[in-house]
């Protein structure tokens, strides 16, 4: 596997999804709502990652993905992948997505590299929602 043989040298990639306004959709559709919204995030982080690469909930309604090497060259086109992956109107729960992507060398630790991340995200949630910003440490 591609991750598994990651050298110094290699790039990777991460990001920080935030489904955005997940209370609100809990307050007006019920917690179903909201669970859809989620399932339906994670459908679209999935379309979005290939071999090697992968996706996982880090709670509420946040998600952390890791994009190896040959996505990470890629990331920005990744980036509008998933911010294109599913228009709102034909989601079954109407929901956006905010996200901070960052693309780091081997040699930079990957929680280094998410926390950075996390920090594109806010960048993204304080200047409006539904976007993603990049960043290449």
Not at 100 to 107: E, L, S
Request: charged fraction near 25%; charge should be neutral.
């Amino acid at each position: 596997d591609e991750c598994r043989q990651l050298r110094p040298e290699d790039p990777y990639g991460v990001a920080f999804v935030d489904v955005d306004f997940l209370k609100t959709i809990n307050s007006r559709l019920g917690h179903d709502g909201g669970d859809e919204a989620i399932k339906n995030a994670a459908a679209c982080l999935k379309s979005v990652t290939s071999q090697g690469s992968f996706a996982g909930r880090l709670g509420g309604d946040e998600f952390g993905v890791f994009f190896c090497p040959t996505d990470a060259l890629r990331l920005e086109e990744k980036a509008r992948q998933l911010h294109n992956s599913a228009p709102p109107e034909l989601r079954s729960v109407p929901f956006s997505l905010s996200s901070g992507f960052v693309r780091a060398p081997g040699t930079v630790p990957p929680l280094v590299a998410l926390r950075a991340a996390d920090d594109e995200l806010y960048k993204v949630k304080e200047s409006g929602r539904g976007r993603f910003s990049l960043r290449i440490l």
